[in-house]
């Protein structure tokens, strides 16, 4: 398990090199942190830790991009909108889940000892640098008020580089592979294929440079653009474990590890079951702690889900079609099992081999307070990444809706509600 900073004392808030393996977190995910993996952990091999797990390869077909969302179908939708109107039609209520996608309206805090500044917002993770707009037309650049018949207009483009996970996204089940193949079985070469450009566009190139853009590399198989296509819709249960084992403010403990009996003690103790097929919506107060520039934070430290086998075949036997969190990762970057670290191991098991989407960096807590309020923890769920084609992953917006018991109180007598022929199973033995 990672140190604990906040009882260590020692990490400033911005200092992303100390912890459990943010530098080999960074150089394993291509962020680069200067240092090799290899020198500082003893990496345990993927494909040992998760040999003789399930797999969906094939279950959709040879050519299935989307994963597990296949299973979110009218039945799961109807579901979702069941959710929804269990109080009535004066008792709905929606909440987006999206951070700011250029941190703007939050607090820049800027740590000497860290390689680049990062905002508080967007993006989370180094050196992912914030994306930053600016106006191409305003009420500035309005040479003749006659044009256009008196009609004005604005318009802005994007200056900096968008990363395209540095805001809430969903990844693409390519994002994260092991051995040569990404979900499906498609060969890893499909994440490096080259489509050339007849039009020169200005761009940077990588050290931020500026260039001629006349060719991408990007996914040719398993993009973002099936996802996105798709659309997710779907009944979703709000696992709030950051409320039933953090602390007063609902935040969970830096390095702080989360299991599967975590995940069914909170269900059962806010009295939803999570059903087969359900998207299932964890969260830690991560976002919210990196938000607060007066709490200390890192993203080798942030709470999150923890590899286990018995984790992973409880999501496939339930038939989850999508897990989103509101921290990094979902899970937690850097994982000691069995005395060997591993990078982002739920992903490898998770995306690759079940094909299970993961949307991440979603912003929880209003939603999340409602539930404690009135005690309804499932929600209508919709959402589709931007459509970028070739995309290892993309922004998303999702919009929840929820039921509550503002009005007509008499309506729901048992906390469980519509969801009680549910259950929480555990997985087989």
Known sequence: MCDNREESGEASRRNFMVGCGAAAAMAVSGLGAGTAAGQMESMGDIETLVDGLPTNWGRWGEDDEIGALNLLDSEQTFAGLQAAMRGGPNNIQQYT???????????????????????AGDPLYPPRTPARRDNTDDATTIDDPAANAGVKSSDDAFVTKLFLHGTTHIDALGHVWYGDQLYNGYDEMATAAVTEFDQPIPGLDAEGNATEVTETRGHAEASVAPLAESGITGRAVLLDVGRHAGDENGWLELGASITLSDLLETADTQGVDVRERDIVLVRTGAVERAVDPDAEWGPDAEPGLTFSEELVEWVHEMDIPLI?????????????????????????????DLGVSLNEILWLGDVAEQCAEDGIYELMYAAAPLHVDRATGAPANPIVLKATRDGDRGRDTDRRGDAANGENRRPRN
């Open 97 to 119: 889940l999206q951070v700011p996608m250029t941190g703007d309206a939050l607090e820049s805090v800027v740590d000497e000892t860290a390689e680049s500044s990062v905002d």
């Open 324 to 352: 989103g969190a509101d921290n990094i990762a979902v899970e937690k970057l850097v994982q000691k099992i069995d005395g060997e670290t591993y990078v982002i191991p739920l992903h490898a098991a998770l995306l690759r």
